[in-house]
């Protein structure tokens, strides 16, 4: 069964730090030898995570590419924004989308995230409902446990 997590926000983070945490997600799971599939709401950001990736830590690379960039199997990381694709053989979904994708089923595990933004909450909010009616097991965690 697939399993999902929504990391609470911190009320006073900013855009800026809820990227630096993808990245560090990103990069835990990496170390872990998982291979994750970091799913954005548009080309426009599936590219800003793409360069933050490139930026991040700049003495640990994290190999990583754009669905359909780069090795013929994938990297260990791919950023895509497809709602429609066909994801297999990937540890982690990353969701930044507003929507849950319809093949976050596949993936045994699935990070999310509830920013302090009102509006942000009650997308966050739809988003926790569409996992749940994937009857995928959900729970939340503080940013900082």
């Known amino acids: 069964m697939t399993q999902g997590t929504f990391y609470l926000m911190q009320s006073n983070s900013t855009e800026q730090d809820l990227r630096h945490f993808i990245c560090q997600l990103v990069k835990q799971h990496y170390q872990q030898q998982k291979r994750v599939y970091l799913h954005c ?3 426009t950001q599936a590219h800003e995570m793409d360069d933050l990736l490139w930026a991040f830590e ?3 690379f994290i190999p990583h590419n754009l669905k359909g960039e780069g090795l013929k199997g994938g ?7 497809d709602q429609q694709a066909q994801i297999k053989d990937y540890d982690i979904l990353i969701n930044l989308a507003d929507q849950a994708p319809a093949f976050a089923v596949n993936f045994p595990q699935i990070i ?10 009650a997308i966050a ?10 009857s995928i097991e959900l729970n939340t965690q503080n940013q900082n446990s």
């Open 125 to 134: 909010r739809d988003r926790f409902r569409q996992y749940r009616s994937m």
């Open 58 to 60: 700049t003495e640990t």
């Open 75 to 81: 990297s260990p990381v791919e950023i895509g924004f």
């Open 112 to 121: 999310d995230f509830v920013v302090a933004d009102e509006n942000q909450k």
């Open 41 to 43: 709401g548009t080309r």
